[in-house]
């Protein structure tokens, strides 16, 4: 019965230890932040992401295949979609959700890069 009393004590104090730890980087992380927020120069990494892509009216999107010169059906391929998608895009029947919505955005300002693309 030692040896368990024992046992217990050292998972006892190895839960302590993971516990302060876990404390310290949350306090340092904390520093960071609030540095940062104060402009302080500090190690923090700081990503500013695009904004969202604007949503397309189904005109835009039929323009944008116009653009192609190519049919629902083969835009659709470009795209990696189903034809009846793009056709339900253009009548307004369903809309492209954010990632294709990207993918649009990348067709209309730069065709060259789908169409290059393998």
Same mark, same amino acid.
């Given at each position: ?8 004590? #050292? ?10 730890? #876990?404390?310290?980087? #949350?306090?340092?992380?904390l /520093?960071?932040?609030l540095a ?5 120069? *500090?190690? #923090? ?16 999107? =039929?323009?944008?295949? /116009?653009?192609?010169?190519?049919? /629902?059906?083969?835009?659709? =391929?470009?795209? *990696? ?13 369903? =809309? ?7 993918l649009?955005?990348?067709?209309? =300002? ?9």
């Amino acid at each position: 019965m030692g040896v368990s009393m024992k046992t217990a004590n #050292l998972e006892g104090a190895k839960q302590t230890k993971k516990k302060v730890r #876990l404390f310290a980087e #949350l306090e340092q992380a904390l /520093q960071g932040a609030l540095a940062y927020e104060q402009g302080k120069r *500090n190690k #923090l990494r700081v990503t500013e992401l695009p904004p969202p892509p604007k949503p397309l009216s189904p005109n835009e999107i =039929r323009a944008i295949r /116009q653009s192609f010169k190519v049919s /629902q059906a083969t835009f659709a =391929r470009i795209m *990696n979609v189903s034809a009846n998608t793009v056709e339900s895009w253009e009548q307004g029947v369903r =809309r492209p959700r954010e990632a294709t919505l990207k993918l649009l955005t990348i067709a209309h =300002r730069h065709p060259e890069v789908l169409l290059s693309a393998e």
